[in-house]
């Protein structure tokens, strides 16, 4: 998604919303690159605003990191251990792995 605000934009939603009652899913599996930074409370918005879209439809999800997730730019930025921590709280028991 690489999601670049604290929230998940109105049309990001739309999308998300039709796909799901198109398609049906019974699990989200996120590709990487889920948000554009990884600084510590940029990243915990936006990446709990994709993952509150997840939780509210009670879809499980799956995820893998790409560069953007992984990349270490710096002090004060989360790792990918980290991050993926932050998944499993967010997501609970819909959390599945990654």
């Known amino acids: 998604m690489h999601e670049?605000?604290?929230t998940?934009?109105?049309r990001e939603r739309i999308l998300f919303?039709?796909?799901c009652e198109r398609f049906a899913p019974s699990l989200v599996l996120l590709t990487g690159d889920q948000v554009d930074f990884r600084c510590r409370g940029l990243f915990e918005d936006s990446a709990a605003a994709v993952v509150r879209l997840l939780t509210d439809a009670?879809?499980?999800f799956a995820l893998t990191f790409g560069n953007h997730d992984t990349e270490l730019i710096g002090e004060g930025w989360l790792t990918a251990a980290e991050q993926w921590e932050f998944y499993r709280q967010m997501g609970g028991g819909l959390f599945v792995d990654r």
Do not use: D, N, Y
Request: no cysteine.
């Open 58 to 60: 009670k879809l499980p």
């Open 8 to 10: 998940v934009g109105e």
């Open 4 to 6: 670049q605000r604290r």
């Open 17 to 19: 919303e039709s796909a």
